[in-house]
């Protein structure tokens, strides 16, 4: 239906994964900081790379937050406007010797392209300039582009982007390609993210650290109360039991239990919690996580009893919960299961991110569903996901008219953020077609 752009997407993707590479072999790691040599030198890659594609592009810049790229193609006048969304920092790399090469010199293996942030979210920057440049500078929509430099961090200065930045981002589409298909060769539309909410947990059993022999048996070291504490927060399955927490369910689709062990790398004997099926314990069920724990290391432990211990708990959110509201129940409830009477502190995380569910009607919708059976041969499915994109209720709350979509090429076994993230390479081929046709399809629908 779409040959030529078929044609021309095939003739371009060459370069595409070439503009890939050099954007996986910068660390433009967010959590180095604000102002990073990295971070800058992958903002200015994006704007070279969005400037050549035909695009009029620019940084926006704030103080203390890393640089954001804003492009802009003109469409037909009177055409949609969409705005198309990527991020160029990443995640750490973690154990660099859990890798098989180095995370930042990006390889080929069997099809795939191995290397940090070669899926998540470099691969989006590399979809949407695909898309620009098969148009030649003359897209069939008003074509906007924005790529942020802190989304691995939680995006925490979007809010000041959007204040700043209004009229720039505002759009009647706009296409957030940072999600994942649901398994090679299978398209999907993300239409469902959990919420996150955190805090640290401190329990107190002393004013200071006492001799282990001279005490012990009648005085509660603060980490064994801390671990009871924390048991409190799962059933004897591992459902989370902080009360009014919402849940839900999602369709099963067809994850079986031994694909989601491969894919997560479970450990042989361990068994997987919670209850209902493994996608609604995934997307719309709250899940309770223990992040960290400060306490004495072993290479340092004395014969003490340790008088105060500390741990980040994190709660994901079902659609549907609140995330002040989910804070407040969690807090509450590890105040009231103090063991052996321990001083129990929470301190809330610093941010919140909400659950939202998306409105999957719409001209935008039928445009990219079409497109995804196009490029695969096959239907679209609807999935959620477990994490939280922050920015995406923004959006919503300041555009409210705004059609939003989230999309992506990486897939459950791409191990975004893990070592030997990768993305297979024809994913990423027939993502390009289908933004490709789907912007062409809304431009026609208007």
């Known amino acids: 239906m779409h040959d030529e752009l078929r044609a021309t997407i095939d003739e371009l993707f060459p370069g595409v994964r070439s503009d890939l590479e ?242 997560a790398g479970v450990a042989d004997g361990v068994e997987l919690v919670g209850e209902g099926s493994l996608t609604s314990r995934m997307w719309r069920r709250p899940a309770i996580s223990v992040l960290a724990i400060d306490a004495p290391r072993i290479d340092e432990a004395i014969n003490q009893i340790v008088p105060v211990a500390r741990a980040k708990v994190s709660v994901r959110l079902a659609p549907g919960d609140d995330g002040p509201r989910a804070l407040a129940a969690l807090a509450a409830h590890l105040e009231s299961h103090a063991p052996w009477g321990a001083q129990v502190t929470v301190t809330p995380g610093p941010g919140i991110a909400q659950p939202y569910e998306l409105d999957t009607t719409g001209p935008a919708y039928d445009a990219f569903r079409a497109a995804y059976l196009e490029a695969w041969g096959r239907e679209s499915v609807e999935i959620g996901i477990g994490g939280s994109i922050p920015l995406v209720p923004d959006l919503q709350e300041r555009f409210p008219e705004v059609t939003i979509l989230l999309t992506g090429v990486g897939e459950p076994t791409s191990r975004i953020h893990g070592p030997d993230e990768s993305q297979d390479l024809e994913e990423l081929r027939r993502g390009c077609l289908a933004e490709t046709i789907a912007l062409t399809l809304i431009g026609e629908s208007r």
């Open 22 to 263: 050099r954007l996986v072999r910068i660390p433009s790691i967010s959590l180095d900081g604000p102002d990073t040599p990295a971070l800058r030198e992958a903002a200015d890659l994006v704007v070279e790379l969005l400037t050549e594609a035909g695009a009029m592009t620019r940084k926006l810049e704030l103080p203390d937050a890393p640089a954001a790229v804003f492009a802009e193609a003109a469409g037909p006048e009177g055409a949609p406007t969409v705005l198309l969304y990527a991020h160029y920092d990443v995640q750490p790399p973690g154990n660099l010797d859990d890798w098989s090469g180095d995370p930042f010199e990006p390889v080929e293996r069997d099809g795939r392209l191995y290397g940090r942030a070669a899926s998540d979210d470099k691969s989006g920057i590399a979809t949407h300039l695909a898309a620009l440049r098969a148009f030649a500078g003359a897209p069939p929509v008003n074509l906007k582009i924005f790529v942020e430099g802190e989304e691995e961090i939680g995006s925490p200065n979007f809010a000041r982007f959007l204040e700043a930045f209004e009229e720039e981002l505002r759009a009647d589409v706009i296409v957030i390609a940072d999600s994942e298909h649901w398994s090679v060769g299978q398209p999907a539309l993300t239409t469902s993210l959990r919420g996150v909410v955190d805090c640290v947990v401190e329990v107190r059993t002393l004013a200071a650290g006492v001799h282990s022999g001279q005490f012990g048996g009648a005085v509660p070291d603060a980490l064994s109360s801390l671990s009871r504490l924390l048991a409190t927060l799962h059933d004897d399955d591992g459902t989370a039991a902080v009360p009014d927490l919402v849940g839900g369910d999602a369709d099963p689709l067809d994850l079986t239990e031994a694909e989601l062990r491969e894919h």
